[in-house]
């Protein structure tokens, strides 16, 4: 079972940029998909961007396209999330959730707060 630990969130001015990580400890396979969610205080969790952990693939949501970009370094074992010019309403928690072989797991978090 894979384990994954996010860092890299912070308090940002708008329009700033914040780089998250999210490490796997384990055997990742190239067929998963890693994916960052992020839930803002009082409203649900939300699909932010998707990778499959072979590369190839990359999915936005349409609120952070041209901004946010994912990312992942298979030797590391470590996915990313390249976000610029942030907004406020990029103010949640950011989840790492890696999907394969049938399992899957998710990180406990970073919050990344972005003040006006």
């Known amino acids: 079972q894979v384990q994954l630990v996010e860092s890299g969130g912070g308090l940002v001015q708008s329009g700033g940029s914040l780089t998250l990580s999210c490490a796997g400890s384990?055997?990742?396979?190239?067929?998963?998909?890693m994916r960052w969610h992020r839930q803002a205080p009082g409203k649900e969790r939300e699909l932010v961007a998707t990778i499959k952990w072979s590369g190839h693939n990359t999915f936005y949501a349409d609120s952070t396209k041209g901004r946010f970009t994912i990312s992942r370094d298979a030797l590391k074992n470590t996915g990313y999330l390249q976000m610029s010019s942030l907004k406020p309403e990029d103010t949640a928690v950011y989840y790492c959730?890696?999907?394969?072989?049938?399992?899957?797991?998710w990180g406990q978090g970073t919050r990344v707060t972005v003040s006006s």
């Open positions: 959730n890696l999907e394969g072989g049938g399992s899957q797991a």
């Open positions: 384990g055997v990742i396979n190239a067929n998963s998909w």
